[in-house]
């Protein structure tokens, strides 16, 4: 029984892959958290499973990012896309 509801389980060297990639990609240290997990995506329009990364650098200092692929399917040039796409965001601001 799935007392998450929408978790799934990602294969560990898939996991930590994508976990080290982030941690290159957006220069963090080991201090920093990084945490990956897989969802059921319910909404319209979305792919049936994303795969969410959430980069913890402090108390209450959370980021989170959504890539709509199963983890599996996510590669370091996802992870390069993302960490694009958050600095224009940050660059609008």
């Not at 290159?24 to 909404?43: K, W």
Request: aromatic share 4%.
């Amino acid at each position: 029984m799935n007392l998450f509801g929408g978790r799934r389980t990602i294969p560990v060297d898939q996991a930590d892959r994508i976990k080290a990639w982030t941690r290159v990609v957006f220069h963090l240290n080991d201090e920093t958290t990084v945490m990956v997990t897989e969802l059921e995506c319910r909404e319209p329009g979305c792919p049936p499973i994303e795969t969410v990364i959430a980069v913890l650098t402090g108390p209450g200092n959370t980021q989170q990012y959504k890539i709509h692929k199963t983890a599996t399917e996510v590669g370091l040039s996802d992870i390069e896309k993302m960490a694009v796409n958050e600095e224009a965001h940050h660059d609008q601001h």
